[in-house]
Protein backbone atom coordinates (compact mmCIF):
# COMPACT_ATOMS: atom_id res chain seq x y z
CA UNK A 1 0.00 0.00 0.00
CA UNK A 2 1.22 3.77 -0.80
CA UNK A 3 -0.04 7.16 0.25
CA UNK A 4 -1.41 9.11 -2.88
CA UNK A 5 -1.01 12.69 -2.04
CA UNK A 6 -2.76 14.85 -4.90
CA UNK A 7 -1.35 18.71 -4.89
CA UNK A 8 -0.88 18.54 -0.85
CA UNK A 9 -4.45 17.48 -0.64
CA UNK A 10 -4.42 13.68 0.74
CA UNK A 11 -6.33 10.89 -1.48
CA UNK A 12 -8.78 9.17 0.78
CA UNK A 13 -9.10 5.62 0.39
CA UNK A 14 -11.11 4.83 3.25
CA UNK A 15 -15.23 5.65 3.01
CA UNK A 16 -16.18 4.32 6.50
CA UNK A 17 -14.13 3.41 9.15
CA UNK A 18 -13.86 2.23 13.18
CA UNK A 19 -11.28 2.90 15.02
CA UNK A 20 -10.69 1.20 17.96
CA UNK A 21 -8.82 3.52 20.49
CA UNK A 22 -7.74 0.98 24.32
CA UNK A 23 -8.98 3.48 27.26
CA UNK A 24 -4.94 3.92 27.69
CA UNK A 25 -5.00 6.86 25.49
CA UNK A 26 -6.77 8.73 27.30
CA UNK A 27 -4.27 9.38 29.84
CA UNK A 28 -0.25 9.65 29.67
CA UNK A 29 1.48 6.43 29.60
CA UNK A 30 1.46 4.72 32.74
CA UNK A 31 -1.05 6.60 34.30
CA UNK A 32 -4.84 6.51 35.23
CA UNK A 33 -8.24 8.08 34.61
CA UNK A 34 -8.46 11.01 31.71
CA UNK A 35 -5.87 13.11 30.91
CA UNK A 36 -7.53 16.14 28.81
CA UNK A 37 -4.57 16.79 26.99
CA UNK A 38 -4.46 13.28 25.63
CA UNK A 39 -7.81 13.11 24.76
CA UNK A 40 -7.62 16.66 23.06
CA UNK A 41 -4.86 14.47 20.86
CA UNK A 42 -7.17 12.07 20.22
CA UNK A 43 -10.14 14.42 18.60
CA UNK A 44 -7.60 16.81 16.95
CA UNK A 45 -6.64 13.34 14.69
CA UNK A 46 -10.14 12.02 14.39
CA UNK A 47 -11.54 15.63 13.20
CA UNK A 48 -8.51 15.98 10.80
CA UNK A 49 -9.74 13.02 8.96
CA UNK A 50 -13.39 13.49 9.37
CA UNK A 51 -12.54 17.13 7.41
CA UNK A 52 -11.08 14.40 4.66
CA UNK A 53 -14.77 13.05 4.67
CA UNK A 54 -14.10 10.11 6.01
CA UNK A 55 -17.05 8.04 8.06
CA UNK A 56 -15.79 7.46 11.53
CA UNK A 57 -16.99 4.92 13.98
CA UNK A 58 -15.12 4.88 17.49
CA UNK A 59 -15.36 2.22 19.91
CA UNK A 60 -13.15 3.23 23.08
CA UNK A 61 -12.27 1.10 25.71
CA UNK A 62 -12.32 2.13 29.53
CA UNK A 63 -8.80 0.27 31.00
CA UNK A 64 -7.95 3.49 32.02
CA UNK A 65 -11.08 3.89 34.58
CA UNK A 66 -11.61 -0.02 34.79
CA UNK A 67 -11.55 -3.63 33.80
CA UNK A 68 -13.87 -6.19 35.04
CA UNK A 69 -11.28 -8.85 34.48
CA UNK A 70 -9.47 -7.39 37.42
CA UNK A 71 -11.80 -8.29 39.87
CA UNK A 72 -11.85 -12.32 39.50
CA UNK A 73 -9.61 -13.24 41.35
CA UNK A 74 -11.18 -11.35 44.73
CA UNK A 75 -14.50 -13.28 43.21
CA UNK A 76 -16.75 -14.25 46.46
CA UNK A 77 -18.57 -12.97 49.72
CA UNK A 78 -18.29 -9.04 49.92
CA UNK A 79 -16.71 -8.03 46.69
CA UNK A 80 -17.43 -7.10 43.51
CA UNK A 81 -19.06 -10.22 41.28
CA UNK A 82 -17.62 -10.46 38.02
CA UNK A 83 -20.30 -9.86 36.08
CA UNK A 84 -20.75 -6.46 38.18
CA UNK A 85 -17.51 -5.77 37.18
CA UNK A 86 -17.70 -5.74 33.57
CA UNK A 87 -20.91 -3.44 33.61
CA UNK A 88 -18.67 -1.16 35.92
CA UNK A 89 -16.33 -1.24 32.39
CA UNK A 90 -18.92 -0.97 29.92
CA UNK A 91 -20.02 2.23 32.09
CA UNK A 92 -16.06 3.41 32.27
CA UNK A 93 -16.47 3.58 28.58
CA UNK A 94 -19.27 6.01 28.51
CA UNK A 95 -17.01 8.19 30.82
CA UNK A 96 -14.51 8.14 28.33
CA UNK A 97 -17.01 9.32 25.60
CA UNK A 98 -18.37 11.48 27.19
CA UNK A 99 -14.89 13.29 27.59
CA UNK A 100 -13.88 12.48 23.60
CA UNK A 101 -17.31 13.92 22.61
CA UNK A 102 -16.63 17.17 24.46
CA UNK A 103 -13.11 17.12 22.86
CA UNK A 104 -14.03 16.46 19.36
CA UNK A 105 -17.14 19.25 19.65
CA UNK A 106 -14.94 21.55 20.50
CA UNK A 107 -13.07 21.57 17.33
CA UNK A 108 -16.49 22.28 15.74
CA UNK A 109 -16.85 18.66 14.61
CA UNK A 110 -20.45 17.23 15.15
CA UNK A 111 -20.38 13.77 16.81
CA UNK A 112 -23.01 11.73 18.61
CA UNK A 113 -22.83 9.60 21.42
CA UNK A 114 -24.63 6.12 21.24
CA UNK A 115 -24.25 3.64 24.17
CA UNK A 116 -25.10 0.15 23.90
CA UNK A 117 -26.55 0.11 27.59
CA UNK A 118 -29.06 2.35 27.52
CA UNK A 119 -28.38 6.23 29.16
CA UNK A 120 -30.61 8.56 28.13
CA UNK A 121 -29.79 11.72 29.73
CA UNK A 122 -25.72 11.50 28.28
CA UNK A 123 -26.51 9.48 25.08
CA UNK A 124 -28.64 8.06 22.28
CA UNK A 125 -29.19 4.44 22.47
CA UNK A 126 -27.28 2.18 20.49
CA UNK A 127 -29.49 1.49 16.84
CA UNK A 128 -27.57 -0.08 13.87
CA UNK A 129 -29.79 2.18 11.76
CA UNK A 130 -29.46 5.50 13.34
CA UNK A 131 -26.08 4.99 13.27
CA UNK A 132 -25.38 4.18 10.05
CA UNK A 133 -27.58 7.59 9.39
CA UNK A 134 -25.71 9.52 11.72
CA UNK A 135 -22.45 8.19 9.66
CA UNK A 136 -23.78 9.13 6.36
CA UNK A 137 -24.61 12.52 7.70
CA UNK A 138 -20.81 12.98 8.85
CA UNK A 139 -21.21 12.84 12.38
CA UNK A 140 -18.36 11.21 14.13
CA UNK A 141 -20.01 8.30 15.70
CA UNK A 142 -18.89 7.66 19.24
CA UNK A 143 -19.62 3.74 20.53
CA UNK A 144 -20.12 3.55 23.76
CA UNK A 145 -21.26 0.63 26.66
CA UNK A 146 -18.67 -2.35 24.40
CA UNK A 147 -21.38 -5.01 23.39
CA UNK A 148 -23.47 -4.33 26.23
CA UNK A 149 -22.74 -7.95 27.46
CA UNK A 150 -19.95 -8.69 29.83
CA UNK A 151 -17.53 -11.03 29.50
CA UNK A 152 -16.17 -9.76 26.80
CA UNK A 153 -13.84 -6.50 25.84
CA UNK A 154 -14.44 -3.48 23.55
CA UNK A 155 -12.19 -5.45 21.01
CA UNK A 156 -15.35 -7.34 20.61
CA UNK A 157 -17.66 -4.49 20.46
CA UNK A 158 -15.54 -2.65 17.99
CA UNK A 159 -15.56 -5.99 15.07
CA UNK A 160 -19.51 -6.38 16.03
CA UNK A 161 -19.74 -2.30 15.50
CA UNK A 162 -17.25 -2.72 11.94
CA UNK A 163 -19.29 -5.45 10.34
CA UNK A 164 -22.75 -4.40 11.19
CA UNK A 165 -21.79 -1.19 10.19
CA UNK A 166 -20.51 -2.22 7.30
CA UNK A 167 -17.03 -0.62 7.47
CA UNK A 168 -13.71 -0.89 5.63
CA UNK A 169 -11.25 -1.87 8.05
CA UNK A 170 -10.88 -2.00 11.71
CA UNK A 171 -7.76 0.58 12.58
CA UNK A 172 -7.12 -0.35 15.70
CA UNK A 173 -4.96 2.11 17.87
CA UNK A 174 -2.02 0.70 20.23
CA UNK A 175 0.84 2.09 21.76
CA UNK A 176 3.16 0.23 19.49
CA UNK A 177 4.04 0.40 16.31
CA UNK A 178 1.74 -2.51 15.66
CA UNK A 179 2.11 -6.30 15.56
CA UNK A 180 5.21 -7.83 17.09
CA UNK A 181 6.54 -11.54 17.09
CA UNK A 182 6.77 -11.08 21.14
CA UNK A 183 6.04 -7.48 23.25
CA UNK A 184 8.41 -5.14 21.92
CA UNK A 185 8.43 -3.70 25.38
CA UNK A 186 9.50 -6.88 26.82
CA UNK A 187 11.82 -8.21 24.09
CA UNK A 188 13.56 -5.11 22.16
CA UNK A 189 14.48 -7.96 19.55
CA UNK A 190 11.18 -8.70 18.57
CA UNK A 191 9.98 -9.25 15.10
CA UNK A 192 8.15 -6.36 13.75
CA UNK A 193 4.99 -7.46 11.06
CA UNK A 194 3.77 -5.43 8.23
CA UNK A 195 1.61 -7.27 7.06
CA UNK A 196 -0.28 -10.63 8.33
CA UNK A 197 -2.82 -13.19 6.61
CA UNK A 198 -5.71 -13.74 9.29
CA UNK A 199 -4.29 -17.60 9.62
CA UNK A 200 -0.85 -16.22 10.61
CA UNK A 201 -2.33 -14.68 13.61
CA UNK A 202 -3.92 -17.68 14.59
CA UNK A 203 -0.93 -20.20 13.34
CA UNK A 204 1.87 -17.90 15.09
CA UNK A 205 -0.60 -17.45 17.89
CA UNK A 206 -0.06 -14.27 17.89
CA UNK A 207 -2.07 -11.49 19.93
CA UNK A 208 -4.04 -8.96 17.78
CA UNK A 209 -7.35 -8.59 19.54
CA UNK A 210 -9.45 -10.81 21.83
CA UNK A 211 -9.65 -14.30 20.76
CA UNK A 212 -13.77 -13.69 20.19
CA UNK A 213 -12.93 -10.48 18.22
CA UNK A 214 -10.20 -11.58 16.04
CA UNK A 215 -12.41 -14.69 15.17
CA UNK A 216 -15.40 -12.43 14.27
CA UNK A 217 -12.71 -10.20 11.60
CA UNK A 218 -11.45 -13.92 10.10
CA UNK A 219 -14.61 -15.37 9.39
CA UNK A 220 -16.01 -11.92 8.11
CA UNK A 221 -12.99 -10.73 6.07
CA UNK A 222 -12.50 -7.54 8.19
CA UNK A 223 -9.32 -6.10 7.99
CA UNK A 224 -7.62 -4.55 10.87
CA UNK A 225 -4.45 -2.25 10.95
CA UNK A 226 -2.93 -2.36 13.71
CA UNK A 227 -0.93 1.27 14.51
CA UNK A 228 0.25 3.74 16.79
CA UNK A 229 -1.69 6.41 17.89
CA UNK A 230 0.44 8.39 19.51
CA UNK A 231 2.49 9.65 16.18
CA UNK A 232 0.67 12.19 14.92
CA UNK A 233 -0.56 11.84 11.14
CA UNK A 234 -0.90 8.25 11.27
CA UNK A 235 -4.56 8.33 11.18
CA UNK A 236 -4.22 10.27 8.11
CA UNK A 237 -2.13 8.10 6.62
CA UNK A 238 -3.77 5.14 7.69
CA UNK A 239 -7.25 6.14 5.51
CA UNK A 240 -5.01 7.44 2.84
CA UNK A 241 -4.38 3.91 2.26
CA UNK A 242 -0.43 3.76 3.81
CA UNK A 243 0.22 1.13 5.85
CA UNK A 244 1.40 2.76 8.88
CA UNK A 245 1.26 -0.44 11.12
CA UNK A 246 0.73 -3.97 10.81
CA UNK A 247 -2.30 -4.62 8.24
CA UNK A 248 -4.07 -8.06 8.43
CA UNK A 249 -6.46 -9.60 5.86
CA UNK A 250 -7.07 -12.43 3.68
CA UNK A 251 -4.09 -11.97 1.38
CA UNK A 252 -1.57 -13.94 1.37
N1 LIG B 1 -16.67 -4.79 28.80
C1 LIG B 1 -17.68 -5.76 28.79
N2 LIG B 1 -18.38 -5.95 27.63
C2 LIG B 1 -18.11 -5.28 26.49
C3 LIG B 1 -17.06 -4.34 26.49
C4 LIG B 1 -16.36 -4.11 27.66
O1 LIG B 1 -17.94 -6.40 29.79
O2 LIG B 1 -18.78 -5.51 25.48
C5 LIG B 1 -15.97 -4.50 30.06
C6 LIG B 1 -14.82 -5.47 30.32
O3 LIG B 1 -14.77 -5.70 31.71
C7 LIG B 1 -13.61 -4.66 29.89
C8 LIG B 1 -13.99 -3.26 30.29
O4 LIG B 1 -15.39 -3.20 30.00
O5 LIG B 1 -12.45 -5.09 30.53
C9 LIG B 1 -13.25 -2.15 29.60
O6 LIG B 1 -13.05 -2.45 28.24
P1 LIG B 1 -11.64 -2.93 27.63
O7 LIG B 1 -10.96 -3.86 28.56
O8 LIG B 1 -11.90 -3.41 26.27
O9 LIG B 1 -10.86 -1.55 27.59
P2 LIG B 1 -9.41 -1.25 26.96
O10 LIG B 1 -8.49 -2.36 27.36
O11 LIG B 1 -9.58 -1.20 25.47
O12 LIG B 1 -9.05 0.07 27.53
Redesign the pocket.
Known amino acids: MSTEHDGGKPSVKARRILL?????SFCPPHERGISMNSVNHLAAQIVKVAKLGVQIAVV?????I????QFKATNGAGSIQEAT??????L??VINGLALQDAIEALSQPTRLMS?IQMDAVSEPYLRRRAQRHLEKGRVVILA?????????????AAQRALELDCDVILKATKVRGVYSEDPEKNPNATFFPHLNFNDVIGRQLRVMDSEAFAKCAEHNMPIMVFNFREDDNLERAVCGENVGTIIDSNP
Open positions: KISGEMGGGNLRGAAHYMGMATAGGTGSPFVTTDTA
